[in-house]
């Protein structure tokens, strides 16, 4: 049986500038995931000269985060709702900070890959405790939409502080110091939360799902493995069929699992309101081409248009600056014309901007990307905060721990989706033509296999080589990559173009004033009478 048991304080425990600065407190822990994200970015040449890892390598560095913590989210909601979400954010930090150590001191790509796996766990408990404490704090509709969005451009604001930070810190330190750069600011952000936010929660008295728990982890990691391994063995070769066949079946057998269990870990009644999952699918699919066009981006400024680390992390400041400043406004557009043309509307923009950018060529100049940049960073900017507030305003409050798990699961599976899907598409194009250009040339299979491992390799190849034989080789590696790349977006131009009709189609225009279900105690239905929330299954 499952049963919530009312402790700690009234439901507004923190109020006026005590509760602003804890919401600052709360978006610092959050800041360091999206930190993370573009430091690294903006570091994969880097580790590919230090560590020499191919394409498939720095996807699974990548992706090795999001992974764990994809595979985590849902489990980690659930036991947020069940332990409470100030415990659970704290326990994260300190994953996290164990994780950014031994990432900052691996020595080989397979440590490194393990460090950003612990970060991942921290993440999956910093996320979706995060916005459950902020849903808490922000009950009315105006405030929690303009908190969300503050917390949204929290992320911009992480997004556009991680290239410089890391490029600056990699034109002074070793490429650990990328990683270390984490640890101090988790530990602010968690004393703050230990010392401004006291421990009011509801907590879900439950038992475990376990099995839900593997069967999430297994399906969602065998089938980024086969998509990530394609390029190396082929798309059509058994244990890349296997592995996303393997995955697929466990993700339903996941969904068979949760729908038969008497203890679901993943609620799936809250996927019957169409706020949530509408907007959780849109969430998914922006943050697809947004890691996608991250991902392969910071590595043709250096490795195509020969940038240091700083410059090409200046280079994509813009495009999360516009993001972070973006994300606050865009209360006002969901208010004025509602969410389905905020989202649509926005969607559209980011696909307009990936299609301008995957026009660019071996003579295009960081001008012409410019405005495509721009235009992605203001749609991101403007769909995250509407998109969030759905899922979030649709639940009952004791339902906001696996809730915001379950969202921060699909931007997490998302995000790794994209850097796979995007990046393989990259890398086969760029395969197949390095192949065609250097298949007449009596090149050693190990040589070879350095050349179409990625361009950094490639280039390095072309350097001993020197002469007119290398410079065509650097000439020929750098043209497949663009085509490579441009194929990439051009790809996530069409499912941005697709997740905007889908919004446009299925998610609700306009939230409805409706008192929330049962399940919350008496004191609170008192306080909740004016605020507007749309019960899940409504």
């Known amino acids: ?223 980024l493995w086969g998509i990530i391994d394609a390029p190396v063995h082929g798309w059509t070769s058994i244990q890349v069929v296997g592995s996303v066949l393997a995955g697929v079946l466990l993700l339903v057998a996941f969904v068979l699992w949760e729908h038969r269990s008497k203890y679901p870990l993943l609620k799936l009644g809250m996927f019957r309101n169409r706020r949530f999952s509408v907007a959780m699918v849109s969430a998914t699919l922006i943050i697809f081409v947004l890691m996608g066009l991250l991902f392969v981006i910071t590595q043709y400024f250096q490795f195509s248009l020969g940038y240091s680390p700083l410059s090409a992390g200046l280079r994509v400041l813009p495009i999360a600056l516009i993001l972070g400043i973006a994300a606050p406004a865009s209360s006002i557009l969901d208010r004025l014309v509602g969410s389905k043309i905020v989202v649509a509307g926005s969607m559209l923009i980011i696909a307009v901007g990936l299609f301008v950018i995957s026009t660019i060529s071996m003579t295009s100049s960081y001008g012409s990307e410019l405005p495509g940049l721009l235009l992605v960073g203001f749609g991101a900017g403007l769909a995250f905060p509407p998109v969030t507030e759905s899922v979030m305003g649709s639940l009952d409050l004791p339902q906001t721990g696996i809730g915001s798990a379950t969202n921060s699961s699909a931007l997490q599976f998302g995000g790794a989706l994209g850097v796979a899907v995007i990046g393989t598409v990259l890398a086969s194009r760029y395969q197949t033509h390095l192949t065609q250009l250097i298949g007449a040339y009596p090149v050693p299979p190990k040589v070879l296999g350095i050349i179409k491992g990625s361009l950094g390799g490639a280039l390095a190849v072309a350097h001993v080589a020197g002469g007119k034989i290398g410079n065509l080789l650097a000439i020929g590696a750098k043209r497949s990559f663009v085509s490579g790349m441009d194929l990439g977006l051009k790809v996530g131009g069409v499912i941005a173009v697709v997740s905007g009709m889908i919004a446009l189609v299925f998610l609700p225009a306009r939230r409805k004033q409706i008192e929330p279900k049962s399940g919350v105690s008496h004191d609170r239905r008192a306080s909740d009478r004016t605020h507007d929330r749309t019960p899940v299954g409504s």
């Open 1 to 223: 049986m499952i049963t919530s048991v009312r402790l700690g304080a009234p439901d507004y425990p923190i109020l006026g500038t005590r509760r602003k600065i804890a919401l600052g407190f709360l978006c610092t822990t959050l800041i360091i995931t999206s930190l993370d994200n573009t430091i690294l970015n903006i570091a994969l040449p880097t580790l590919v000269r230090v560590l020499h890892a191919t394409n498939t390598q720095l996807e699974w560095i990548v992706d090795a985060y999001a992974v764990a913590s994809a595979g985590l989210l849902i489990f980690a909601g659930s036991l947020s709702d069940r332990v409470g979400h100030k415990r659970l954010l704290v326990s994260g930090s300190i994953f996290f900070t164990l994780g950014s150590a031994v990432s900052a001191f691996s020595g080989s790509v397979y440590y490194l890959v393990l460090g950003r796996a612990i970060m991942g766990v921290g993440a999956a408990c910093i996320m979706p405790a995060t916005l459950s404490l902020i849903t808490t704090l922000y009950r009315r509709h105006e405030e929690r939409a303009l908190a969300i969005g503050i917390w949204s451009g929290s992320e911009g604001l992480g997004i556009a502080a991680g290239p410089i930070i890391g490029g600056w810190l990699l034109g002074h330190y070793w490429w650990g110091s990328v990683f270390m750069i984490n640890i101090p600011i988790a530990l602010i952000g968690m004393v703050g939360v230990i010392f401004l936010i006291p421990s009011t929660h509801e907590v879900v008295r439950s038992r475990g799902d376990y099995g839900g728990v593997a069967l999430s982890i297994l399906g969602m990691s065998s089938l």
